[in-house]
DNA sequence: GTTGACCTTCCCATGATGGGAAGGTCTACA
DNA sequence: TGTAGACCTTCCCATCATGGGAAGGTCAAC
């Protein structure tokens, strides 16, 4: 199978074949004479592996790990699951994070009449001024890292 | 005031600041004889604008818009809304998506013994085992060429 | 006159992905 | 036999916001 084929069949662009060939995660493909890759089913298997876990949101890092998992047969599956379960803390902290940015966002902008006037709490609360009561200011300090989900593009 | 001033004041690094002010974000710094930035009250506003939106999560293209309506006094607070709005819609859109990854995962980790066996219902969904039905020594059989992944760690 | 805390610009790296150029290879078809 | 075009190859660039760090200038304190 060409590397267009192994895409096809697995739903990974050739591009990110290449991809994680380059950095390892897959192992270097066969090649023809001519210089082409050339993949095999157990090759497919692997990328359809990696196509699940990035679409449950895995990082790239922690498929390595599952892959490697995978194929060992010895495996603890108590590993597995630890990965898992920081993985889907991450998750949780990010979507904590942006529920609180969506949280402030929604009361702002409920109290924004969004109407041809200037006056408006959205920018009020941008700006510093201050608030007509309650301070909304929770919507989680550390905007660092919310926005990194992978199946997004 | 100089940038690390200024960084401390507003809450944006001063590698940031600069950053900014490349991207045309900030205006551009005033400078002293020495050469060193110089910023006073109004760009301090403006950064704390910048690190609240940030907060929010709003991206720095969005910020460039906010910013400008901020400053244009006949603005009308639709347009606010408008990016406000979208915004909302991203992350909504982007937390359902990470709350879809959640659920698959924890259903699957909670079918997941942890223990060292190798046995594992989440290996099993992302190797593309049929999921609740026999076929157990399936997966496990690739194992047999574990060593072949240059990616270890 | 040295130390050390600043400042400057410039380059590099991140993570996962796509775009695209320049050039090689193969197949189908006139 | 020639050629079109659908593939393939490698290499470089861009994203988005952020930080790290090098090499070198400036300034205040001791």
Redesign the pocket.
């Known amino acids: 199978m060409?590397?267009?084929?192994?895409?096809e069949a697995s739903g990974?662009?050739?591009?990110?074949i290449?991809?994680?060939e380059s950095?390892g995660l897959l192992a270097k493909?066969a090649?023809?004479?001519?210089?082409?890759?050339d993949y095999d089913a157990r090759d497919i298997h692997d990328l359809r592996f990696i196509k699940r876990a990035?679409t449950l949101g895995?990082?790239?890092?922690?498929?390595t790990r599952l892959l490697g998992l995978w194929r060992d047969a010895a495996r603890p599956s108590r590993e597995v699951k630890a990965i898992t379960a920081a993985h889907i803390e991450d998750l949780e902290a990010r979507i904590a994070e942006m529920q609180g940015m969506v949280s402030a966002l929604m009361h702002l902008a409920s109290h924004c009449h969004g109407n041809d006037r200037p006056d408006c709490p959205i920018l009020d609360e941008l700006g510093g001024a201050k608030p007509p009561q309650g301070r909304s200011a929770e919507a989680g300090r550390a905007?660092?890292k919310a926005?990194?989900s992978?199946?997004r593009?």
């Not at 060409?2 to 895409?7: D, S, W």
């Not at 090649?31 to 890759?37: L, S």
């Not at 895995?58 to 498929?63: A, K, L, M, N």
């Open positions: 060409k590397i267009g084929e192994a895409a990974v662009s050739a591009k990110m290449r991809y994680y950095i493909a090649r023809r004479d001519n210089g082409y890759r990035r895995f990082s790239v890092e922690e498929i905007a660092s926005s990194r992978p199946a593009g």
